[in-house]
């Protein structure tokens, strides 16, 4: 039996493609869903357990009572948000493993350079903390909207119900972040 060969495969199945169309079969279009939700799903574990080890030292080196507490919340915030994700592993029936997210890594080294290059106890290292931890928190609502888009594409109903509390926590510590950086308040003209 004489077997067609992939570029023939390709062929046939792009002539019958619509324009500006990707060719994939249903299957395809599952598995590579899947296997995005999965790597995405792991680079957020990794994230959330590197920000449990990460918030400490801005906990620490923060010098206004209500920040040190928004901070000291949002650890425990993020605690439940990994565990939240190992159960989104277990309904997906995939080993629990974390995926080094290098934006992440990224945003965290910036705010602790923040921290190395700010006297302690000022204005300015407060500042710098309060915009350091915005950039993470609005880096995860990115991520955790995508994941849930993904979950509800493949009909992942009660991952995307855990995804939606992880991303409720990240826009809450946003809000909370923004009114203390007066991201609300009016800009004066001068």
Known sequence: MKQSSPKKKAASNAETASAGQPVSTPVETTSGLLE????????????????????PKMISAADAPELKTALSNHLEVTAEQATRLENVFDLLGVKISAKKCDALEGLVMS?????????????????GIIMSA??????????????IQLAVKLGETESAELLQQNL???IEA?????????????????
């Open 36 to 55: 995005l939700f999965t790597d995405g799903i792991k680079d957020m574990y990794w994230s959330e357990n590197h920000l449990v080890k990460s918030l």
């Open 111 to 127: 705010g602790e350079h923040v921290i190395e290059n700010t006297i302690a106890g000022t204005e300015a290292r407060d500042t």
């Open 134 to 147: 915005l950039k993470v928190e609005n880096f995860e609502i990115t991520c955790y909207n995508g994941l």
């Open 168 to 170: 409720s926590g990240e």
């Open 174 to 190: 946003e809000g909370m972040l923004g009114a203390m950086s007066g991201k609300d308040a009016p800009v004066s003209k001068s």
